[in-house]
Each structure stands twice: as C-alpha cells, then as structure tokens.
C-alpha cells in the first residue's frame, strides 16, 4: 500500500485521468460528474477522447492496443492477406481456441475464417536468427492473436470482456520491452551477420532467408526510439519505486499468494528466503484444505468464467446453471452465454429462493447455482445455509464469489463447493493489478472429481509481474481491512442521520443481515461497500458531482471510490435494472483508509 497520505486524501479530478493518479496500470478512471458517465456510456467524443486509461475488461490498455498493432503487422499475419481484419491478444493458445469457438458460434461463422497467430513464437524465432547470445537477456511472455473480420469486433469483444482472459498490460509492456530491445539489435548491425550466415546454409531450422528479411522489414518498419525510451523508463520507475519486481521469485510469490487465500499464512515472508511451512487452515475453517485448493487467475471474471467451464466439463454441461441474486453483470452473462443458459433469480430473497425450490420440485436438474455474498450493488446476503441444503437434496454445484465480503470478514467456504474471488479489488487495494482466485472445497460433495479433471482444464496464465505485484499489495491485506470495515460505518451513521437519503444498502442493515450474521467471522466486519438512494434523484447527481473522492468504476481500493452504478453498469437497460430492485440513481460507494475526521468531512459536505 502506498504511504503517502495524499494518495489517499487527494483523488484525481480531471476526466478521463487514471485512478490512482499517474499510473501505468490503473484500474479505475476518473468520471467526475455524473454527466461524465452518461456520456461514457453514450459515446460522447467530449468524454471519449480524454480517456487515459479504463477499467481494464472494458477498455483496451494503450500498451495493449500498441502491440496489437506491432502484431498486425507481423510477416507471418501479412502472409495471411487478410483485410479488414482485427485482433484480440490472449496469455495461451487454449484460450485463443475458446475464443474463436465463441466467435463462430456467435456469428454464425465457419471456425475457418478465424486465425490464431502465435506472436510470441515469431519473436523468439527472430532473436534465435538474429543473435543467439541474447536468448536469456531478453524475455518474451506468450502473446498469442486471434485475427477476425473487423466487422466481428462486438462479438470478440464480448469474449474478452466477460472472461477477463486477455492479456494483462503488464504482460504488454514486456513484450513491447522485447520488441524494442530486437530493435536496437537488429539497427546494430547483427541482423546483416544473421543474414549473412543464413544464406550460406542451404536450409535453416530457423526461417529461410525470404522469411528473414520480412522479419528485418518488421522489426524496421517504424522509428520508435521515444516510445522505446519512455517504455524503458515507466518500467524503470514501475521496478525501483513501485514494487522493486524480480521474476526469479513469481513462483514463490504464488504460493504464497496461495497460502494468503487459503487462509493457511498471515504474517508478511521474505520471498529470498525459504518460505516456512504451510500451517493448518485458521480462517477457512475447512479440514484438509491447503494452497493446493486454490488455484489463481488473471482477473476475477476469469475465475468465474473457469468454474462454469470447469463445472460443465465435470458435471452434467446439457443442464442450464443459476445466478441466484443480482450479480455483477458478466457473471450473469457467462452463464447466459455459454452452456445451456441460465435460470435467474435477481431479487435473491427468500420468495425466491421458494421459486427456485419448486422448480427443482418439478423435476428440473441444474448445473450449479452462482451468488455473491453479498451481493453488488444492493449488498443483500444469500441464505446460503438453505441453498447448501437445496444443493445436496437435488445434486448441483454451489460456486459463491466472496470478492465483497472477502475471507476475513466471512466464512462461506463450508456451504459452497467453489468460492471464487476478485484479487483486484480489497485484497490488492492499490488498484493497480487484475487478479483471480478459485478455492475448492476440500470436503465438497463434487471434490474428488474436481481435483481429478483440474490438471486437464487449468492452466496458469497469471503473469508473474502482476503476481509479484499483487503479493506485495496484499501483505497488509488484514490490516487495511479493519481500518475499511470501520471507515465504513462510519460513513453508514452519517448517511443513516440524513434526511436526504431514501434507502441505505450495507449488509449490517439490510433485511438479509442474519443471513450474513451467520457466515460472519468473530472479529470481521461489514465490507467496504455501501449504496445509497435518495429521494429526490437530483440529490443523487449533486451528491456525486461534489464529493471530494476519487470517481470511477471498480471497488475495494484503499482509497474512496464512488460512482453512479446503475449508470455504469446497466445503462442500455436501465428498466430491467430497475424491475431487479436496483434504482437507477443509485450511488455506490467503496470506502476507503482515509482518517476519519477527512472522510466525514468529505460526506457532511457533500450531503449539504
């Protein structure tokens, strides 16, 4: 967590800014009117054009989009001569795979008019060519392209908006890093010694001389050096002032990751040193469960896409699944979109719950129920007790996403047979990596075949940078929870005394609270999260234009977030939003570490 009080106290102001400020992989962006966020949602070039930075699953990193481009123009893409068509970078092949299978299936496409172009493999093969003495100086992560018409980019972008499986911009910045590095090989001179060498053999196991000088042609197609010193220089300040990284140690680095997840490691470690022995679960509470139950992701809507696919690979895929509350709003559209659809319960009650249990009554089967606990943006808490024992009767999964709660304040794992989980929200708190994370349950009634199948459908494709990154972030992930927790009913008593304000949504007051009671952890607290309505929705608008916090999408930051949810979220469906309780002048708000006496301050001013 930064230390400096500014960081906190001080938000970014200006449209469009990264949130935090001045940051290459800031995950929020500054909105700061609530017209801004209407006009985001509508296009506005007023709006559009100031954007900096964005939530990463909605808006495409400049690092991204640049080696796009470098891609694009690759011999081996030009090869292809494919026009008009546009591209998507994944971490792997398999999930390159998926995402040409969603595009064909959704376009109504032959799989053949799509390509999967491995850009990593045409780098390593010109650095191999080009000087073989470089091979370990320089790092080149897997980037992998599926190439699409480009009046296909909707559907792609639905893929790689809901799965959360494109590549990190920090995956990006290192294989810009290598691009410019081949550069300033290739300009020195070595390429023509390359050259040279090739042609005097009458085969190559790298590339034929033809395919060489394409090769020269690409890496010389562009006079880059500013962009190549700038690159060199954020990565600079990234490593000596931000998080001092060193690659040798990612994979400690996940497993102690691992271990923070699982409950197993509180206290900070040395990652240089032997990391100790893993201790018995003391928060998740379940027997046997070790890091070898919790498996990372990229982002968070990874994990949750990778326990549908999972679930309907080892279970019955022909049976539709649940989303059982209002749920983030690609949770709902994984399980509408792939598998055998989706029943969906948006209220979440108790009523509901009745509905749900005549269904099963009437014979249907399911695949896995999905919630939230608790739920965004209305923080209502699910019966999980009742649903664990609708799970056993009628045989179906139950995955819970703890991200708001988070494992320190709740203990959901005993009725769920997954828990999935945001990483970059409260656990990291900097808001500056994506991240996942899925635990099994060890004592789960699917378990045994889960861990069965898990080496045939998992693979790893969190970047060891935002792994390191990530470890960092989350050292005094329990500390900044507590200060979080309290902040926030804080904020929930002022709000509470207002006679401005309609409706308060926090779990601790909400009609659902003995459901959160009973999975509420001894010494944890409420969450960070809090919605609030007014009652008169120009209230709602001035509210939001003049508080003096930081403004955009995401939550859990160590810092004051607002925005306008509904807005944000739903604004092409603004009355079915409605029709689900969910007001569209609602305000969201992620409370923060800020002293007390500030953010008080801060909402007395704004509320008046």
Not at 11 to 35: F, K, M, N, R, Y
Not at 394 to 413: K, P, Q, R
Not at 420 to 445: A, C, E, Q, W, Y
Request: hydrophobic share 35%; glycine share 6%; with cysteine.
């Amino acid at each position: 967590m930064s230390l400096s009080l500014s960081y906190l106290v001080n938000p970014p102001t200006e449209t469009g800014s990264s949130i935090p400020a001045d940051t290459d992989h800031a995950i929020s962006v500054t909105l700061p009117t609530w017209q801004a966020n209407v006009g985001y949602e509508e296009g506005d070039p007023s709006v559009i054009t100031k954007m900096q930075t964005g939530y990463p699953r909605f808006f495409i990193n400049t690092f991204i989009k640049e080696c796009a481009a470098i891609v694009k123009r690759s011999p081996e893409v030009q090869k292809l001569s494919l026009n008009n068509y546009d591209t998507m970078l994944y971490p792997s092949k398999a999930i390159g795979q998926q995402c040409v299978k969603f595009i064909a299936e959704k376009a109504h496409i032959e799989p053949s008019a799509l390509h999967i172009f491995d850009a990593s493999h045409s780098l390593k093969l010109y650095l191999k060519t080009l000087d073989p003495h470089h091979n370990k100086d320089i790092l080149i992560p897997d980037v992998f392209a599926v190439l699409f018409p480009s009046d296909l980019f909707g559907v792609a972008k639905q893929f790689w908006q809901h799965t959360g499986e494109g590549i990190s911009s920090r995956r990006a910045v290192c294989f810009l890093h290598a691009y410019r590095m081949i550069q300033t090989i290739t300009k020195e001179g070595s390429y023509k010694q390359s050259l040279s060498h090739l042609k005097s053999k009458s085969r190559s196991r790298y590339a034929s001389p033809q395919d060489m000088e394409a090769l020269q042609n690409w890496m010389s197609s562009e006079n880059q050096s500013n962009e190549a010193e700038m690159t060199d220089v954020n990565r600079y300040l990234e490593e000596r002032y931000g998080r001092n990284l060193d690659l040798s140690l990612a994979t400690s680095a996940k497993i102690v990751l691992r271990r923070r997840i699982a409950g197993t490691l509180e206290d900070e470690v040395d990652l240089k040193k032997s990391l100790p022995r893993e201790k018995e679960s003391e928060l998740r509470q379940i027997q046997g469960l070790t890091h070898e139950d919790v498996y990372l992701f990229p982002t968070g809507m990874s994990s949750i896409y990778n326990a549908h696919r999972i679930l309907r690979n080892v279970l019955d895929g022909t049976r539709k699944s649940v989303c059982f509350g209002f749920c983030y709003v690609d949770t709902l559209k994984i399980l509408e979109k792939w598998g055998a659809g989706c029943h969906f319960y948006g209220l979440g009650n108790g009523s509901q719950l009745d509905e749900f249990e005549k269904l099963l009554e009437s014979g249907e089967k399911v695949l896995g129920l999905f919630c939230e606990f608790p739920s965004n943006p209305l923080l209502n808490t699910p019966d999980l007790v009742r649903i664990r024992q609708l799970a056993d009767k009628y045989d179906f999964a139950v995955v819970v996403d703890e991200t708001i709660g988070n494992f320190l304040n709740v203990e959901v794992l005993p009725y769920a047979d997954m828990v999935v989980s945001s990483l970059t929200k409260i656990f990291s708190g900097d808001s500056n990596v994506m991240g996942g994370s899925l635990v099994l349950n060890p004592l789960g009634r699917y378990y045994g075949k889960l861990k069965e199948e898990m080496p045939k459908l998992y693979e790893d494709n969190f970047y060891d940078e935002d792994a390191l990154t990530l470890e960092r972030n989350s050292r005094d992930f329990a500390d900044r929870s507590r200060v979080i927790n309290e902040n926030a009913e804080v904020i929930c008593d002022l709000l509470l005394k207002s006679p401005k304000v309609k409706q308060l949504y926090y779990p601790k007051y909400n009609a659902s609270s003995k459901n959160y009671e009973i999975c509420k952890r001894k010494n944890g607290g409420y969450g960070g999260l809090l919605s609030v309505i007014f009652h008169n929705p120009s209230d709602a608008r001035h509210f939001y234009d003049h508080i003096r916090v930081a403004k955009g999408p995401s939550l859990g930051t160590n810092f004051t977030l607002a925005s306008p949810y509904t807005i944000i979220a739903h604004y092409q469906e603004l009355d079915w939003a409605e029709e689900n309780g969910i007001n569209r002048n609602l305000v969201r708000v992620s409370v923060g570490m800020e002293p007390k006496n500030h953010i008080s301050a801060v909402f007395s001013d704004a509320l008046n």
